[in-house]
C-alpha cells in the first residue's frame, strides 16, 4: 500500500517483483485513510499488509504488518520477497 501518489512507483516495482517470485499480491492504489485500506487488506484476506510511506520510501524498506495479530516490523526491500517466501 503506497502512502501517497509519490510512493506508487515503488509498490508496482516491489509488486512485479513479489509476483515473479509467485507471491499473491493485490496492490492497494486507492488514495484514502491507512485505515481504510487496512479494513479492505482485511476484507481480501491479506495475510501481510506492506505499507510504504515517505520514511520507508527514503530508507528503502517496508513496513510489513500481520493482518493476524497485528505486530509489524521493518524489512529492507532487498530482502522483502525472501522474508514473505519464509512467513506463508
Known amino acids: 500500500m503506497p ?8 509498490a508496482l516495482l516491489l509488486a512485479q517483483e513479489l509476483n515473479h517470485k509467485n507471491l ?3 496492490l492497494l492504489l486507492e488514495q484514502t485513510s491507512v485505515k481504510s485500506m487496512m479494513r ?3 476484507r481480501l ?5 506492506l505499507l510504504i510511506g515517505e ?3 527514503q530508507a528503502h524498506v517496508v513496513t510489513i504488518k500481520n493482518m493476524s495479530n497485528g505486530t509489524e516490523e521493518i524489512i529492507k526491500q532487498v530482502e ?3 522474508y514473505l517466501l519464509h512467513s506463508v
Open 3 to 10: 502512502l501517497t501518489p509519490a510512493q506508487t512507483t515503488m
Open 24 to 26: 499473491c499480491i493485490d
Open 40 to 42: 479492505k487488506a482485511n
Open 45 to 49: 484476506g491479506a495475510k501481510f499488509a
Open 55 to 57: 520514511s520507508e520510501q
Open 80 to 82: 522483502l520477497a525472501s
